[in-house]
């Protein structure tokens, strides 16, 4: 159920999610189970205009300068950022 509504929650704020392969929505779809809609879209807009762009390497690189990647530990966040740059979970 959770997972339903982080996947609407995706669809109703980004008119360029069903658009993604299905790597790169279950990426969006977890970043907003995790840390939800209000903070991944405050605390991540260039990463999410990259990934609108689908300019993945940016995307990756964004991903990766904050603090996001040191709260969930570096082999989880170079998981995520594998997902979004190459589209294919590791």
């Not at 929505?25 to 991944?40: A, H, K, P, R």
């Amino acid at each position: 159920n959770d997972l339903d509504i982080a996947t609407a929650e995706a669809r109703s704020n980004f008119d360029w999610f069903d658009g993604l392969d299905p790597v790169r929505q279950d990426f969006i779809v977890m970043m907003i189970f995790n840390i939800g809609i209000s903070t991944l879209k405050r605390a991540n807009p260039k990463m999410l205009a990259a990934i609108e762009a689908h300019d993945w390497l940016k995307a990756g690189a964004e991903l990766m300068d904050g603090d996001w990647h040191n709260d969930v530990g570096q082999t989880r966040a170079n998981a995520m950022r594998m997902a979004i740059e190459l589209g294919q979970w590791p």
